[in-house]
Nanobody, 123 residues
Framework: QVHLVESGGGLVQAGGSLRLSCAAS??????????MAWYRRAPGNQRELVAS???????NYAESVKGRFTISRDNAKNTVYLQMNSPKPEDTADYYC???????????????WGQGTQVTVSS
């Protein structure tokens, strides 16, 4: 069974830095990790994509975090990171790790989510 464990959330001052990690385990050999991503949900808002990275390293960022956040992954460890530099109070949210697996034979895609980690940015 696929399991995602997130870590690194907490309280950070605006202009500081914070790194989130998400380690995936339990991935069967019939599946490949296609995309790993971070989403967030602020109070009263819908969940939004923060950043994503494909197995080949192609990245995508929300406009609001471009130039400040960096997503990276360690394929050998099935771990994805989100380096948050110069965070702003509006980055305060619950951050969720997302893992998209592609089944080798059927080509079906399955998505998995972490439990979420809270990030609070103080001004």
């Amino acid at each position: 069974q696929v399991h995602l464990v997130e870590s690194g959330g907490g309280l950070v001052q605006a202009g500081g830095s914070l790194r989130l990690s998400c380690a995936a385990s339990g991935i069967a050999s019939a599946f490949t990790v296609e995309v790993m991503a971070w989403y967030r949900r602020a109070p009263g808002n819908q969940r939004e994509l923060v950043a994503s990275i494909t197995s080949s390293g192609t990245t995508n960022y929300a406009e609001s975090v471009k130039g400040r956040f960096t997503i990276s992954r360690d394929n050998a460890k099935n771990t994805v990171y989100l380096q948050m530099n110069s965070p702003k109070p509006e980055d305060t949210a619950d951050y969720y790790c997302n893992l998209a697996l592609r089944e080798y034979f059927s080509r079906n895609r399955n998505d998995y989510w972490g439990q979420g980690t809270q990030v609070t940015v103080s001004s």
